[in-house]
């Protein structure tokens, strides 16, 4: 399949805010899409409608060939796209390891019942439950979070709860990942950091990204392609380095100026 | 000092009723954020069904099945068919649809059972232990006993399965725990056959308490439940258990040492308007959070 997700005329109302109007993406498989824009351009909208927490006013939303705007966010992650949120979403009052584990909820088979009637290390249930921890402890190596594994969450550093919200999405072991600002209020260090794991993920896991940052050096560095949108419409779309030097782009952060050459 | 050992297993007696009612209801709020009042209704249904059974098979063993599984059955439906219609509007809303179907609930109860106490007695209420002046009888016993062993499942379900893990996800944030794939009405769906099965136990062991049930007996419970929950900080599961107990063993020692001077209820609703004007957020004392 050479198409991953395809987004077409997608817009989003609020009131007589047109938050989304007429975004077309299309998205391949294991690229990473940056989203740029001023605050408010639209982009978390864009998420939520991916995510189905928003259900779009018009436009179709295809994952892998199938028609998703319509469904509820649950049905989503299942299909295979998890995201993180641009503030923390944790459950603050559980540990690291639960949180993660809540990830492999989707594939999970072993409901109460089924739960109830089975005990044991032997049985279905006993087997499902250690292969989860395995993914989970994976995750949890792959990311360097082995200290902070039985720790509450809420009590974390923030950049280590990015990692944890971060390791919470992969272990929905999603084909597409939606980001939404990733290094925002990290170290210069951590920051770092996760550029090497998001590129890790893309080259290793083979995962698609959709990324909202605000750190431009990033965002050129670690995209594919960057999309930029302002007041909800897109703007511009292709390669990092023509979409920073894109006019409207320009604008869009700048400000309309009047256009001075640069003195010899 | 023996009647402090008896007021201490009539109070515990008590509170382990109070928070088997409660718990469904406190669930249900956590998960919600609905005031779900039919809840008595379907504790009143449970007693019934209990009856019903104990009468057509003389053994009160099958009383508590029955009332299981019906009251998981009509809990299942009121969610289904009422609650989950409503649910995303303001809370008065489904408050309301609340009241009304637990009004709806008595009226049929009352054209099927009539409206006086109907005898509920079975052949081992009159046995119990007695150690000199200290006696425990046999209902207290089961009623204490079986609610213990009710409240460990519970802890179990909700901390050491990966369903609870789910469902205390859902009650943090219900569109996060969407978002990475729980589906919540699923969840929503279980927690009122839970919580509404724990009611149904509930009433059985209140009708084997008191030897009698009454198709008006969910009246007072209706919001008596709002005590309990408010002591324990409305949605907190620990702190009603927790508020249920001391409620129970307040209400014993107060009227046992300074006389019947107020009825019972009056009491409770005391305690609660005085807990809501002093510590808003629960006996449990924690802050909201963030």
Known sequence: ?264 | MGTFLENLVTGAALGSIYALISIGMTMVYGLLKILHVAHAGVYVFGALLGLLAFRLTGSILFAFPAAVLGCALMGYLLYRFMYRRVQDEKPLIPLIVGIGMFTAMGDAYRLAAGPYSISFEHGLAQTGIVLGTFHISFNQVLVIGSAAALLVLVWLMVNKTKTGLAWRASAQDREVAMGIGVNSNYMFGLNFMFGSALAGIAGVLVGLYYGAVNANMGEVWAYKVFVVMVLGGLGNVTGTVIAAYLLGLAETFIISSWGYFLPRDAIAFICMILVLILMPNGVMGKRKQV
């Not at chain 1, 189905?52 to 939303?61: A, E, F, K, M, W």
């Not at chain 1, 897109?234 to 604008?251: F, K, N, T, Y």
Request: proline share 5%; glycine share 10%.
């Open chain 1, 1 to 264: 399949m050479d198409v991953l997700l395809e987004i077409q005329g997608l817009s989003k109302n609020f009131g007589g805010l047109k938050a989304l109007s007429n975004v077309d993406i299309t998205l391949k498989p294991k690229e990473i899409l940056g989203v740029i824009g001023p605050n408010g351009a639209g982009k978390t909208t864009l998420f939520n409608c991916i995510n189905g927490l928003y259900r779009p006013d018009s436009g179709v939303i295809r994952f892998e060939g199938r028609p998703i705007q319509a469904l509820g966010p649950d049905r989503i992650a299942r299909l295979g796209i998890a995201r993180t949120f641009q503030n923390i979403e944790l459950f603050a009052n559980m540990r690291t390891m639960e949180n993660i584990m809540l990830g492999r909820h989707v594939h999970m088979r072993t409901g109460i019942f089924r739960g109830a009637a089975m005990w044991g290390r032997r049985s279905f249930a006993g087997r499902e439950e250690r292969a989860h921890r395995l993914t989970v402890e994976t995750i949890i190596d792959l990311l360097g979070l082995q200290a902070v594994r039985d720790k509450l969450v809420g009590g974390l550093p923030y950049g280590t709860q990015k990692l944890v919200e971060l390791a919470r999405a992969l272990a929905l072991e999603p084909r597409l990942l939606l980001l939404d600002e990733p290094c925002a209020g990290m170290t210069a260090e951590e920051k770092q950091d996760m550029i090497f794991w998001i590129k890790d993920l893309q080259d290793e896991l083979g995962v698609t990204i959709l990324l909202i940052e605000h750190d431009m050096r990033m965002v050129m560095d670690i995209s594919d392609r960057i999309l930029a949108i302002n007041f909800g419409r897109p703007i511009a779309l292709g390669a990092p380095e023509a979409v920073r030097r894109h006019p409207d782009v320009l604008e869009a952060y700048l400000g309309k100026q009047e256009r001075r050459e640069p003195a010899a």
